[in-house]
């Protein structure tokens, strides 16, 4: 069975940094693309980043770039999310998923997902 557990989160001021870790029990990690997505209260889980099987492909959330990095440590089965200069409308659950094919920014082409890590941004 396979399992993901999201770590990280917290309650942080604006302007603050976190960095989210993403352990995954896949029997082989580096086959699979993984992603982060998050979701705020009464709205609908949206796309945050995706890194590929090797790292060499990463994409972002337009709204994102510039402040998050996703990165990857296939000798820990561990994905991470650097975000930076955090604001309010950051808030949200944070979530990572795996998929088996390439890195996606479509919600519907992951297989698993965490149960999340919650990230609260005062201002």
């Known amino acids: 069975q396979v399992q993901l557990v999201e770590s990280g989160g917290g309650l942080v001021q604006a302007g603050d940094s976190l960095r989210l870790s993403c352990a995954a029990s896949l029997r082989t990690f580096s086959n699979y693309a993984m992603g982060w997505f998050r979701q705020a209260p009464g709205k609908e889980r949206e796309f945050v980043a995706t890194?590929?099987?090797?790292?060499?492909?990463?994409a972002y959330a337009d709204s994102l770039k510039g402040r998050i990095t996703i990165s990857r440590e296939n000798a820990k089965n561990t994905v991470y999310l650097q975000m930076n200069s955090l604001r309010p409308e950051d808030t949200a659950v944070y979530y990572c998923?795996?998929?088996?094919?390439?890195?996606?920014?479509?919600?519907?082409?992951?297989?698993?997902w965490g149960q999340g890590t919650q990230v609260t941004v005062s201002s």
């Open positions: 998923a795996d998929s088996a094919g390439l890195p996606t920014t479509r919600l519907y082409d992951y297989d698993h």
């Open positions: 890194i590929g099987r090797r790292a060499v492909h990463t």
